[in-house]
């Protein structure tokens, strides 16, 4: 798997000027959240979810 770090971006301020920050995982795009730290979180979340609950994501466990 490829370094979480990687997978967290940020995109472009919202209409109110905030920081906005997505993960990217092969199910799709995460966010938006107000902090890479918020990010990293969820994205941690998400994977662990996903784990614990046998998606694989079309990976192979061989």
Request: charged share 25%; glycine share 12%; with cysteine.
């Amino acid at each position: 798997m490829s370094n979480t770090s990687d997978r967290i971006f940020q995109g472009e301020s919202n209409l109110l000027g905030q920081e906005e920050w997505f993960y990217r995982a092969r199910e799709g795009i995460g966010g938006p959240y107000s902090s890479k730290d918020d990010a990293a979180l969820a994205l941690h979340s998400f994977i662990n979810y996903c784990k614990d609950n046998g998606f694989s994501g079309g990976r192979n466990d061989n």
